[in-house]
């Protein structure tokens, strides 16, 4: 079992950067993919960025293209999005969580993964 505790959140305005973090426990941590997740309040969580286990994949929702980057650090267990360019509708709880074991290819979803963190707050001023 793998837990997860995100960090890095804050209040800045429009326009500003952030950088989350998100600390994992367990051996397994190097070959599970990563997901982060965003929800905003009266929404539903969505996806944001996917990166593989050995960081040579990333993906991201069309909304944060260009402007958010996934990375890992394997032998600090530990993955980190750096998100730039902030606007106010990136406001919301971020999470991540892991690939659900046995799961092939790229996934999407948030029943796609497990193991989630508690969430840290992002909130964009304009």
């Known amino acids: 079992q793998v837990q997860l505790v995100e960090s890095g959140g804050g209040l800045v305005q429009a326009g500003g950067s952030l950088r989350l973090s998100c600390a994992a426990s367990?051996?397994?941590?190097?070959?599970?993919?990563m997901g982060w997740f965003r929800q905003a309040p009266g929404k539903e969580r969505e996806f944001v960025a996917t990166?593989?286990?050995?960081?040579?994949?990333?993906d991201y929702a069309d909304s944060v293209k260009g402007r958010f980057t996934i990375s890992r650090d394997n032998d600090k267990n530990t993955v980190h999005l750096q998100m730039n360019s902030l606007k106010p509708e990136d406001t919301a709880v971020y999470h991540c969580?892991?690939?659900?074991?046995?799961?092939?290819?790229?996934?999407?979803?948030?029943?796609?993964?497990?193991?989630w963190g508690q969430g840290t707050q992002v909130t964009v001023t304009s």
């Open positions: 969580a892991t690939k659900k074991t046995g799961l092939l290819g790229v996934r999407f979803r948030v029943p796609d993964y497990d193991n």
């Open positions: 367990g051996r397994t941590f190097s070959t599970s993919a």
């Open positions: 990166i593989s286990g050995n960081g040579g994949s990333t």
